[in-house]
């Protein structure tokens, strides 16, 4: 009760709702019939909770329901919670490693001790990959997030405002996808030097919402002269509102496929920088396992390789889920790579690629 | 016509935001490489104040001008391709830089080429056996090659074809040995030491095909070739003229940015293969410190994509009629 007396909307037994009916008995649009379509109500108000069920329906519920039919979905969200699980609850029994834990070069898969081997140091590597897992889920998570935040913002400003709102961030976003993200993002990280994973994310994501932007302002545009954003801006519904509750809506199935996109790419720059040794490091991850791999000579070493090829697995592995997790989302909002030309075999095989996807080709 | 000026005037303007970022990281930020001269470098000398000359000789920036004054001599010298002085090779980084920039467009143009022509005609091939076991198959394929970074991928061939199997060099542009020169020893050497960069770029990139499958799908799905056959066209045309065409066309743009990210990616590459590219310099003054080096390679790079990317936006044009019409208006 205490909660609902703060709420915005009126409910349908507040008092602003009978006010209402009060008023309209009296007033009509058209001078005083009564019935026609335009003076109608709904019977029912609809309530907060309405809302929330709709929006419970539209954007868990359906979602769930297709992809629970779609394979890509389920194995690639079983491999992210496999990854998810290593970097919470492994983490917390797998005790961590350290030099001279064991002998050197244990070769994978031989003793239950050292499941995945060791390294020169003697570090296990299962336990090395189990606690690299965590600042790579957050280092991914921020960046991703980061991403979608700055493109959103840019392109949806860009797209709906147009004129001089629109050239300037345009010539912004075309700035950042003119310069190639890798060097960039060297170039910073040597003089930011960033050590915590949330900022190593924020720092990826830079070289990488441009893209983004640029797609989303173009997106925006083909909806910007729609008739229900243009009875939106007769009813003076200020522009935050109108491009936060019209707009974005219906740029949100894009926008979730491109969140697992960016998250794909932040990490193969991350391990690509840790492989490089550009980014400082406290901790052991992934990338930094490549790169005393690496230098160790994995490269040349039979005995070594086993050195090299986990890190690479645990980032092919994500890598892998989160593509099909982005392609299965992709089915889901996007009902025309299901339906469309789907007379020469059934839903299974259409293909999961978004055409307009322009986050597919990226690489780094 | 309009529309190309405007297109020229931003990648100019591309250019100058690039010039003054690298300014304000340089001059600016907290660390920045003057700093870096006064306060590390300075102490070493036998006359500490040389640190500021030192600073303008290697980085074009005089940390006693006003910042003003220091902006647009910083700016006019780079545009004038002076990057500064090279702190490990001592000597100037255009010179540096000039005789690395022709081998990284070499595996770059190669690896962007072949990425793209065989993942048009996979993908079309895709497209055309929608649902066969060849579709599936090379579907899984390019959809797994393409969730592993290109550098797994080198250097899983690194290790194989060249340390194990030696079928190729372990690394390097050329073997040493060699006098360079137009001579048929040099070049296939050259193309030897080429081949497994430009292969792990091209292997990795399955995105293209997928791609192209998808568009194509989407345009067999559409009324006009339903027309086109009723018309009686053979098979060919519709697949070339009507499908293909049409199919392309949207992979333009994927084109574009995967120029820019190839050429970031080049970093990456010519590090694992000790391919002496800008790339190759690029990190190789990081590993060291050269902050000059470092900031002319990433101008280089920068304007290289740049120029990449205007050549293809405007050519663009030639292929879609539409492009450079948008007149809209403004809320």
């Known amino acids: 009760m205490t909660a609902d007396s703060h709420d915005c909307e009126p409910g349908p037994d507040d008092g602003e709702s009978a006010d209402d009916d009060g008023v309209g008995g009296i007033l009509r649009g058209d001078g005083g019939q009564v019935g026609t379509p335009f003076d109608t109500t709904a019977d029912v108000r609809e309530t907060r909770w309405d809302r929330y069920g709709r929006a419970i329906d539209g954007y868990i519920r359906m979602p769930l329901t297709i992809m629970r039919q779609d394979w890509r979905s389920i194995v690639g969200l079983s491999i992210v919670a496999v990854y998810l699980l290593m970097g919470t609850v492994l983490t917390w029994t797998v005790e961590p490693t350290r030099t001279g834990d064991g002998p050197q070069f244990v070769q994978p898969f031989e003793t239950w001790e050292y499941p995945l081997g060791t390294n020169e140091m003697g570090q296990d590597l299962f336990a090395q990959t189990v606690h690299s897992t965590g600042p790579v889920l957050t280092m991914m998570a921020s960046g991703a997030l980061f991403?979608?935040?700055?493109?959103?913002?840019?392109?949806?400003?860009?797209?709906?405002?147009?004129?001089?709102?629109?050239?300037v961030l345009s010539s912004i976003t075309d700035v950042f996808i003119n310069i190639p993200g890798l060097p960039l993002v060297i170039v910073l990280s040597v003089l930011f030097e960033p050590t915590h994973p949330i900022s190593v994310g924020i720092l990826l994501a830079v070289a990488a919402w441009a893209g983004l932007a640029r797609a989303i302002r173009s997106q925006v545009l083909a909806i910007r002269d729609e008739s229900f954003v243009e009875a939106a801006r007769m009813m003076d519904v200020p522009t935050p509102e109108l491009l936060i509750k019209?707009?974005?809506?219906?740029?949100?199935p894009y926008i979730m496929v491109n969140l697992v996109n960016a998250a794909r790419t932040i990490i193969f720059s991350a391990v690509a920088l840790y492989y490089l040794g550009v980014l400082p490091f406290a901790d052991a991850n992934w990338g930094v396992m490549l790169n005393q791999a690496y230098h160790a000579g994995a490269i040349y070493r039979p005995d070594a390789t086993h050195w090299l090829v986990v890190p690479m697995v645990a980032i092919a592995g994500i890598s892998i889920g989160l593509l099909l997790i982005a392609q299965s989302l992709d089915r889901v909002f996007n009902p025309r790579v299901r339906a469309r030309h789907a007379d020469t075999?059934?839903?299974?095989?259409?293909?999961?690629?978004?055409?307009g996807s322009t986050e597919m080709m990226k690489q780094v | 016509?309009?529309?190309?000026?405007?297109?020229?005037?931003?990648?100019?303007?591309?250019v100058w935001a690039v010039v003054t970022i690298s300014f304000a990281m340089v001059r600016l930020?907290?660390?920045?490489?003057?700093?870096?001269?006064?306060?590390?470098?300075?102490?070493?000398?036998?006359?500490?104040?040389?640190?500021?000359?030192?600073?303008?000789?290697?980085?074009?920036?005089?940390?006693?001008?006003?910042?003003?004054?220091?902006y647009v001599d910083y700016m006019t010298s780079t545009l004038q391709g002076d990057l500064g002085q090279s702190m490990i090779y001592n000597e100037p980084v255009t010179e540096v830089l000039a005789g690395a920039i022709p081998w990284t467009l070499f595996v770059m143009s190669w690896a962007i080429f072949l990425s793209f022509a065989v993942g048009i005609s996979l993908g079309a091939i895709m497209a055309y056996w929608e649902g066969s076991k060849v579709d599936v198959g090379l579907t899984a394929y390019a959809t797994i090659?393409?969730?592993?970074?290109?550098?797994?991928?080198a250097l899983v061939m690194l290790i194989y074809l060249s340390y194990r199997w030696s079928v190729f060099p372990v690394g390097g542009r050329a073997a040493a040995e060699l006098e360079p020169g137009f001579h048929w020893v040099y070049i296939k050497s050259v193309v030897h030491h080429a081949i497994l960069p430009v292969l792990s770029m091209f292997v990795a990139s399955g995105a293209a095909s997928l791609s192209m499958r998808g568009?194509?799908?989407?345009?067999?799905?559409?009324?006009?070739?339903?027309?086109?056959?009723?018309?009686g066209l053979s098979d060919t045309t519709i697949a070339v003229q009507y499908v293909g065409r049409n199919a392309i066309l949207p992979m333009y743009t994927g084109l574009m940015i995967s120029i820019g990210s190839m050429f970031g990616g080049a970093v990456v590459l010519e590090q694992i293969f000790q391919y002496r590219g800008m790339g190759w310099y690029l990190l190789n003054a990081v590993n060291q410190r050269d902050y000059p080096l470092m900031m002319g390679a990433f101008m280089m790079i920068t304007i290289a994509v740049v120029i990449a990317l205007l050549i293809a936006d405007l050519t663009y044009g030639r292929i879609d009629p539409r492009a450079?019409?948008?007149?809209r208006e403004a809320f």
């Not at chain 1, 075999?345 to 055409?355: L, N, R, S």
């Not at chain 2, 016509?1 to 591309?14: E, P, S």
């Open chain 1, 345 to 355: 075999g059934d839903a299974e095989d259409g293909d999961g690629t978004e055409p």
């Open chain 2, 1 to 14: 016509m309009n529309w190309k000026i405007r297109r020229l005037g931003q990648a100019v303007f591309t």
């Open chain 2, 145 to 153: 090659l393409t969730s592993i970074p290109f550098y797994v991928l």
């Open chain 2, 215 to 231: 568009n194509s799908i989407r345009v067999l799905g559409e009324d006009y070739l339903r027309v086109a056959r009723l018309c």
């Open chain 1, 147 to 167: 991403t979608v935040v700055m493109g959103t913002f840019f392109g949806l400003v860009a797209g709906y405002k147009g004129g001089e709102v629109d050239t």
């Open chain 2, 29 to 70: 930020m907290p660390g920045n490489p003057v700093d870096y001269f006064i306060t590390i470098v300075g102490p070493d000398l036998a006359d500490p104040s040389q640190a500021y000359e030192l600073a303008e000789l290697y980085l074009n920036i005089n940390p006693e001008e006003p910042l003003p004054v220091a």
């Open chain 1, 246 to 252: 019209e707009i974005l809506p219906h740029l949100m």
């Open chain 2, 324 to 327: 450079g019409t948008e007149d």
